[in-house]
C-alpha cells in the first residue's frame, strides 16, 4: 500500500518533529542528513507546483533553521569522516542535482551569505542540451496555462489554481511514467502551447563558464551524474559503468579537478540498486547517493555507494516537513508504506 501524498504531507505537518520522535524514536535520527535539491529559484508562487523547483528564501530558512539547533553543515567528505569516527555532533550536507543555471545565480549566494559548503551533480547532457527534458516541458505548461488539453489522453485539464497545478503536473508526470503519455503525445502536447525543449534547456541549464564559475567558489565540490540521465538500472552493466566514467572523464577534465562523489539519476529503487553501487565504486566514486529518504548512521561507511538524502522540494516547502524528515519518521514509514512521491 502507498500512500497518497497529500496524507503523508498532512500527517506530517501535524507531527512536526517532536512527535515523530515519540512516534519513531531518536533511533532514526542518526547522526547527520544529506539534503537534496534541484533549481532554486526567486518567485515563490510560481515555482511551488514543480517539485524539482525549491524557493531560496525557504532555502535560506533551512540552512537558518540547521544552524540554529547547533547541526554543521559540511562537505561530503566530513560526512564520511564523522560517520567514520561516530561524531557525536550532527551534521547535514547540501546536493543539488543535475545542474541548473540558478545554482550559480541564486543558490550560490545564499551558500556564500551562510559560508556553507555544497556538492552540485552535474550531467553531461544538461550542459551540452542533449537532455530529454519533457519534464520541464510539462512544468512550463502548466505554468503558464489556466486549461490544458492533452489529446494523446483524450483529457481536458483545469490548471488556473496552485492546487489544479501540482494535481495536473503529478497527474502527467505518472502518465509518462506509464507509458500512455508517449513521446509523439508529448510533442504534440508541447507545439500546441509553443514550448520548446532546447529554449527551456537554454534558460534553465548551465553553459560550461557558467559551472567553471561556481567551480571556483570554495563552498562548492562537483560531483558526476551520468552522461544522458537514464534510469541506470535498466542498462547492460557495461553500459551503466560507461555512463558514470564518461561524464567522470569529462567534467575532471572541464574542472581540472578529481570527481569523487556521484548522484544516481533519479535514485528511487526502480533506478538504482546493489548492482548499480558495486559499478559506482568501479566508476571509482567514492561515495553516491540515491534519492531513498532516510538519515546517514555509521553503518554508512560501509556502504558508501547507496546513500539516503532528505528532499527539499517546492511543495515540501515547510519546515515542519523537513524536520519530519530529519527525525527519521518519513524514512521509516516509506520503508513501511513505500515512497508517497515521484520525484526526477
Ligand atoms: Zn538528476
Redesign the pocket.
Known sequence: MRLPFTIFRQAAIAMGATRADRLVGRRYRGLGAIFILHSVVDDRQEHLFDPLRTGARFLDAVIRQVRAEGTDIVTLDEAMARLASRSARRFACFTL??GYKDNLTVALPIFEQHAAPFTLFV?TCFLERSANNWWSGLAEAVKQSDALEVPALGRHYVTATLGEKVATYRELVAEVERGRLTDAGLAALFAACRISLPRIMDRDALDESELRKLAASPLVEIGG?TVS?PQLSRLEPGEALREMTENKRWLEGLLDRPVRHF?Y?FGDPASCGAREAVIARAAGFQTAVTTRIGNLFPEHRDNPTALPRLRLFSERECLRLVEFQRSGAAGALMTRFGDPVTT?
Open positions: 542535482d543535475d550531467t551524474h540521465h548522484a539519476p526526477m
